[in-house]
């Protein structure tokens, strides 16, 4: 989860808060790893309710 307008960190203030859903992750060479994320904007806080 990243966290803009509600987040302590000033760095993502002016972003929407979104959730980050893996939809697929390959490893290669038994150590380096691929991970696929898909972004969903959030309506309001993590843990708010629904988005």
Known sequence: MIT?????????????????DMVNSRTFDGRLQLLEYIPTVL???PGSGPT
């Open 4 to 20: 803009g307008s509600t987040g302590r960190e000033q760095i993502y203030d002016g972003y929407p808060d979104i959730s980050l």
């Open 43 to 45: 309506s309001g806080p």
